[in-house]
């Protein structure tokens, strides 16, 4: 008879258990209520996308930075394959540069090409331009940020 009822007992707080989730999930809209103030901040990256291109005049757009570099390395390596849907820009203000870098393989070696361009979208400078292991590219950028770019160890 114990055996009965304390089996009702357990299969009872069971479904009470189960039933426990549900309400946990009510303050679940509530917390997405709370994020919907957090939202308000994904606008503050396109204010800090501003600051990155320099001053007017000198302006890139990203795919003429990636098509830039690809046909100022192309002759290093004319049969690799470029991925400029991979490709990063960054602009570095202390030396005045865009610092481009386009994942590439050739045979089946993973490299990258990689470009210091300087100037305007109309009239660019190169200030470096080759390529690299991807292991290399951070000793590549901080050549471009110290102003020394090429200068070998």
């Known amino acids: 008879m114990r055996v009965r009822s304390s089996l009702v007992i ?19 809209p509530s917390e997405s209520n709370t994020s919907s103030p ?9 204010p800090s996308e501003t600051p990155d291109p320099p001053v007017t005049g000198t302006e890139f757009t990203t795919s003429v ?7 100022k390395t192309r002759s290093l390596a004319p049969n690799a394959t470029y991925y400029a849907d991979m490709a990063t820009t960054e602009w570095l203000a202390s030396s005045a540069l865009w610092f481009v870098v386009i994942p590439k393989t050739l045979d089946g070696a993973d490299s990258v090409a990689v470009c210091g361009i300087g100037g305007t979208q109309e009239a660019p400078v190169f200030a470096l331009e080759g390529e690299s292991l991807p292991g290399g590219v951070a000793d590549i950028r901080e ?11």
Do not use: K, M
């Open 10 to 28: 357990l299969s009872a707080l069971v479904l009470l258990a189960g039933c426990a989730p549900e309400p946990a999930s009510s303050p679940s």
């Open 38 to 46: 957090t939202a308000a901040p994904t606008p503050s990256p396109s």
């Open 65 to 71: 930075l990636v098509e830039l570099c690809t046909e």
């Open 143 to 153: 050549e471009l940020l110290t102003g020394a770019p090429g200068s070998e160890s």
